[in-house]
């Protein structure tokens, strides 16, 4: 496998399909840096968004929520990251593609020279309809405040 690495700008991306391009990424054993997540689109109208999202807080268990219960993404970093997860395979090996995915908020200096990749279908253009990016959702969710 190639350590090659590949730098994604998430901004005006469509989330689900950028995921999908990213896991791909992933899975031929490169490693991936995604910039600007807190830019990403995800696809729909603002509302039901928000609620599909914070549907997963109100579930309850017996337990202990903080230790024995679902990490709930709330951070725009988290909730790319999670997307993703959720693309790869349910293994020991998708555990170590996971771990090859560096998600960041806005560009780092060490990445703004780097040659940024972005994926032609999953450009926001493609959408007719409502949507809303990350950094609103989280801000909705409580994760994130800039």
């Given at each position: 496998m190639s350590e090659q690495l590949?730098?994604?700008?998430?901004?005006?991306?469509?989330?689900?399909?950028?995921?999908?391009?990213?896991?791909?990424?992933?899975?031929?054993?490169?490693?991936?840096?995604?910039?600007?997540?807190e830019k990403a689109i995800i696809s729909g109208p603002r509302a039901r968004v928000v609620r599909g999202y914070s549907?997963?807080?109100?579930?309850?268990?017996?337990?202990?929520?903080?230790?024995?219960?679902?990490?709930?993404?709330?951070?725009?970093?988290?909730?790319?990251?999670?997307?993703v997860r959720g693309m790869l395979p349910k293994n020991k090996s998708g555990k170590m593609m996971f771990k090859n995915l560096i998600v960041f908020i806005g560009i780092p200096a060490e990445y703004k020279d780097k040659q940024m990749i972005r994926f032609e279908d999953a450009d926001v253009k493609r959408l007719k309809g409502?949507?809303?990016?990350?950094?609103?959702?989280?801000?909705?969710l409580g994760g994130f405040s800039q």
């Open positions: 590949v730098v994604v700008n998430a901004e005006n991306q469509i989330l689900g399909r950028m995921a999908t391009h990213i896991a791909k990424l992933l899975i031929q054993g490169k490693r991936v840096v995604v910039v600007n997540a549907l997963i807080f109100s579930v309850r268990k017996f337990q202990n929520p903080e230790k024995n219960t679902i990490k709930r993404p709330r951070t725009p970093i988290n909730i790319v990251k999670r997307t409502k949507y809303i990016t990350v950094g609103e959702l989280s801000k909705l």
